[in-house]
């Protein structure tokens, strides 16, 4: 992972906020003024938001794939966000300076770390970060050393764990930490949104004229693009992908948007237990937005690899999929190993071979494309891909 140095520093005042020119090829970040906090705000409690929205479908996904705690983790999923946004209302509300962005977004990161939210990496839906955990069950990479008020909060919740308390805690991880800020700035009609890079998701907030602030949720510090292209201490950057926009990287994510991409992730949990609903889902991702390279990928993916999909057209459809997975993102060597196997499941062994060679160049996958195998039965659909 690239070393970062010299990152530009967040000064807290109105006017002094780290921001970036989207498609400006790498030009230094400027200090632009902040878009003033709104001086009238909804009511606690009243409005509905985004993330809400997700709870609901990932509670009727869960009760059709027969999930018997569906009902009572969504009840307690839908507690959980009340009662942090609340308190992200009275917090905000209290501020000496509502108009400073960057303090805002610190007394946001303050309330979860004081709810016992912790970074680990992955977390795979929203309901898995709003419902409590044992702290010691983050399968992932887990980390509470970024701010002070995390440090703290830890280190209490060690000690709670060691008296014998049994605490709870929320796990999240950069896109789910996300949707919660998408969700105060709902509350708060302030102008904060998600984006991404590939394998990261942050905030954006716009301050007019194609001036942002960037923020990520799992380090609780501003970086501007040019930063999230070499990479930060969560992410692995991405210079290629930052000088093309078509894909919707680097972009603030409509409410649409983010139900698309949360459709990629309900089509990762459903895929291993009932593949057709899985499928339904990376389709609808795809119409909400024709951009959503993963979702090409992912449903490309399945109808390559998946033993119940087994007829010439699924695998000319894969082909499709895949090609268009890796015209949006030339520069991922995953899309090119997903292009290989829907090849093979379309029997065009000499361009399946071809394509793995300037992939990963598994000697296991070579072999089979030697032999006339595709790839379903060999592998496995997993929701990481």
């Given at each position: 992972m690239t070393t970062r140095t010299g990152l530009y520093t967040i000064i807290p005042l109105v006017a002094s906020l780290v921001v970036g020119v989207p498609g400006c090829g790498g030009a230094t970040p400027r200090p632009l003024p902040v878009s003033p906090v709104p001086a009238t705000r909804p009511t606690s409690g009243i409005q509905a938001t985004t993330v809400h929205k997700l709870l609901h479908r990932e509670r009727d996904l869960a009760l059709e794939l027969g999930d018997a705690s569906a009902e009572a983790r969504y009840i307690e999923s839908l507690a959980t966000l009340d009662k942090v946004l609340e308190r992200i209302e009275v917090k905000v509300s209290a501020m000496q300076e509502p108009h400073d962005a960057t303090g805002l977004l610190n007394t946001i990161d303050n309330v979860l770390a004081e709810e016992d939210f912790v970074l680990?990496?992955?977390?795979?839906l929203v309901t898995d970060m709003l419902v409590g955990s044992d702290p010691g069950a983050c399968k992932g990479w887990r980390s509470s050393e970024h701010t002070q008020q995390r440090a703290a909060n830890w280190r209490r919740i060690m000690t709670e764990a060691s008296e014998g308390k049994h605490p709870r805690v929320h796990f999240f991880d950069?896109?789910?930490?996300?949707?919660?800020?998408?969700?105060?700035?709902?509350?708060?009609?302030l102008p904060i949104q998600m984006a991404e890079i590939p394998d990261h998701a942050y905030i954006r907030w716009s301050l007019g004229s194609e001036r942002f602030l960037n923020w990520d949720?799992?380090?609780a510090r501003s970086y501007s693009d040019a930063d999230f292209a070499e990479g930060t201490p969560t992410s692995s950057g991405c210079r290629e992908c930052r000088r093309q926009h078509d894909?919707?990287?680097?972009?603030?994510?409509?409410?649409?948007?983010?139900?698309?991409?949360?459709?990629?992730?309900?089509g990762n949990s459903a895929q291993t237990r009932n593949p057709h609903r899985a499928e339904a889902l990376f389709r609808e991702s795809l119409r909400l937005r024709p951009v959503g390279a993963l979702a090409a990928n992912n449903l490309a993916w399945l109808l390559a690899v998946s033993p119940g999909y087994l007829s010439t057209e699924v695998g000319l459809e894969s082909v499709t999929l895949a090609q268009r997975a890796v015209a949006l993102r030339p520069w991922d060597v995953e899309s090119r190993d997903t292009l290989s196997c829907a090849l093979a499941a379309a029997r065009r062994w000499?361009?399946?071979?071809?394509?793995?060679?300037?992939?990963?160049?598994k000697a296991s996958r070579l072999d089979r494309i030697r032999d006339g195998i595709d790839c379903r039965g060999f592998e496995s659909l997993k929701p990481t891909r």
């Open positions: 680990c990496i992955k977390t795979d950069c896109d789910l930490g996300s949707l919660i800020f998408v969700a105060a700035g709902e509350r708060l009609g949720v799992n380090t894909d919707g990287l680097f972009m603030p994510m409509s409410p649409s948007d983010v139900e698309s991409y949360h459709d990629v992730l309900l000499p361009e399946a071979r071809e394509v793995e060679l300037s992939a990963y160049a």
